[in-house]
């Protein structure tokens, strides 16, 4: 099992992204997530870390696939990726400084902008196909790096079904 979770949360063709606090990644937008507990399923975290990091209630995330890692020859490491759309956000207004970091919401342009380089590297090789829904299924996104550079990228198919 995997340690942590990391959610894209839309509204009307923006994502919710914090500017991350701390490391790993500090100054660097990403979605919202974080490590799951003993006995927790990666969605009961992703949904308990969604709450605790914006007030945001979700029922239902949605999975999208995993993303995996190798930083410097080290053990594989990795995350559950989920979506959630919402409709009413109950005042959330942005910018909006917490423990973490930095909320906004981003427009989806700008998120998957190839310019774009303020959001998480990893980010660039599995934004676009996590947020189409209808024609990419779940996956392993996989990522080599060296130092703090992706080296090499795959996109390898989920042997089990993960909920």
């Known amino acids: 099992m995997l340690r942590y979770t990391l959610a894209f949360i839309r509204n009307n ?4 992204m914090i500017n991350r606090e ?42 999208r696939g995993i993303v995996t890692w190798n930083p410097d020859q080290e053990d594989p490491q990795g995350m559950y990726v989920f979506v959630a759309e919402v409709r009413d956000l109950n005042g959330i207004d942005t910018p909006k400084g917490t423990r973490e970091g930095i909320l906004e919401w981003k427009t989806e342009e700008w998120v998957l902008s ?17 947020l189409d829904i209808g024609r990419h299924h779940p ?8 130092h703090d550079r992706i080296v090499r990228t795959e996109i390898r198919t989920l042997p089990i079904k993960i909920r």
Not at 29 to 41: D, F, Q
């Open 13 to 16: 063709g923006k994502i919710l």
């Open 114 to 130: 190839e310019n774009n380089f303020g959001t998480v590297p990893t980010l660039r090789v599995f934004m676009k196909d996590v």
């Open 22 to 63: 701390k490391n790993p990644w500090q100054g660097a937008w990403n979605g919202v997530g974080g490590k799951l507990e003993p006995g927790e399923s990666p969605e009961e975290c992703v949904i308990r870390e969604i709450g605790e990091e914006t007030g945001i209630r979700i029922m239902y995330p949605l999975f």
């Open 139 to 146: 996956v392993d996104y996989h990522c080599t790096f060296e």
